[in-house]
């Protein structure tokens, strides 16, 4: 099966030119792509390529939501319709993530059964990588949303991060049950019953880094707030142990010495890897690359949509949450335990 | 002035005697401590140190708030009872956090006007100490409650840490005045207007992590999940350094050389030396070191007491929330800029 992606080429911080060559990159194993830029800017299309001209874009417009419905023309929104219309299976986009929520919101849309769309971002950490979800697609979540995310965030990590059983963890400021806010003492609560799901209860900070889950739940606000803070004290740490190592003729002479044993770390900490984060809950997959991506983050993201769409991602998504009864508006039915055929 | 410091012994890793030893460093630079523990495990008292017999403990307690009740014999009870009663001008326990709020909440007591006390804890970033709170006294916190946070970790930045003018941010999801809960968006509204405060706006993680506020301010949910990955992603990281140093000879050869250069950004990152988490808005200054501590970081948190104590850190932050008007039960009045002499 030939999968079609639809490709965002503004909102990269090294230009069109180079989500071009991303795309070009992912074409070679086998994914078509139609890709929504400036093809003024845009040279040399490739075997599975398909360029459409579409020079405006939003990826810096300070309010996002309406900015996506004031510019029909701008290449997200051109991209995100592209996948509501199915002339593609899944969008990617170099960003701003507000406008590719906005845009994954207006045109893709929910799907059904679905309160609202998380953002998922698989955290490098190094031996234990793990889906943290939402960091940033709402400020606000009720229990009835974090239970959705969790199955989102489950579903996601079976079909297309390839993990069997994936363990799903809440985080809160203590593991036991009745640590946290009322909210995330309630969606504790709903979460331990939830069926067809593997909760392992909550999970604290240093939890999250010593692998206890697969998948971690939060809140957008929460979740935002945490993934910058692991940026910054990642960023920070190893900018001091690099200055370390041009301190003295010792240190230098160390830190020679030291950094091909400290590739393997680098590499695991490599956010491109991953193709960035993924918008969960929508009618079709979306991944969400960071500006600063080149080629091959691009590529990778394009893959993991791709792989997204060949494993079903959205519609195992659906089926756990119907047979668990956590669909917007449907409590759990008689026949919640078989699941419908989609 | 003399200051009185009444220290619990107990809940420390290492036992009372290292709690004791650290009392005996403290009392060395002038500082008089009641110590609260079992009197058979603390030997050779010092001058300056004077051991009441205190062997309950309450420090393991799962359920803190109610051993405090059922314990008034307990150390920490005794501890906060003789702050309490004047016997002592502060208090400092080696934890449990839990058990050391409850005693101070019931027996030291809110300062007047204070709806609720908070943990301020200095991160240990390289170069830029960052004060944050609450990580963890409340789970939830009203945007009145973060206001009075905000003049509390001020005066005390300011009183006790020496930093001049406090600039004092609030975390969020983004820089903008407008991102964030409804909650974080009325806060920073009122912090805003709020007068005799050096508000700097919104801050990220990154920002944190970046030195772009002395204190920041957060609700203790969040501010407990991130400092919790904070120190996962420190620990993760840094092991991962050590590992790759000695991942093969040449990466070990060249730890080896590094490890000088490093020292510095170990000590950086070394929480003993800030002495623990600040319990703030209580009418006493207390101290809550980590159990982990030895003797140096009890010594540290006692010293950083006495100097609350001397520097009257309770009364200037009681005359900065008085002359802003954001005392509890007291709107700004037509005098509140003429701050009341304690």
Known sequence: MTVTVA?????????PGEVAAGAALAARSGTRVLLFGPAAEIHDPVEGVEVVD??????????????????????????????????????????????????GLFHVRRARGVHRPALALPLPIPGAPVLLLDVGANAEARPDHLVQFAFMGSAFARAVLGVDAPRVALLSNGEE???????????????????GLRFVGNVEGTGVMGGAADVVVTDGFTGNVALKLMEGVSETLLRAVKEAAVS?????????????SLQGLRDALDPESSGG????????????CHGRFGRKGFANAIDVAARGVREQAVEKTYEALDAAGAL?????????????SS
């Open 7 to 15: 490709v965002d080429a503004n909102g990269a911080d090294l230009g």
């Open 248 to 260: 003295s003729a010792r240190g230098k002479a160390g830190g020679v010495l030291l950094r091909p």
């Open 328 to 340: 917007r508006g449907s409590p759990p039915s008689e026949t919640a335990a078989s699941v419908p």
């Open 177 to 195: 049950p009745t640590k946290g806010t009322p909210d995330v003492i309630a969606t504790h609560e709903l979460l331990a019953d939830a069926p």
């Open 54 to 103: 579409a020079p405006v874009s939003v990826a810096k417009a300070p309010e996002p939501a309406r900015a996506v419905r004031a510019h029909p023309d701008a290449s997200i929104v051109q991209a995100a319709r592209a996948v509501a219309e199915d002339r593609a299976q899944a969008l990617v986009s170099g960003g701003s993530t507000g406008s590719a929520l906005a845009a």
């Open 277 to 288: 984060a993924y918008m969960l809950g929508l009618r079709r997959v979306g991944v969400v």
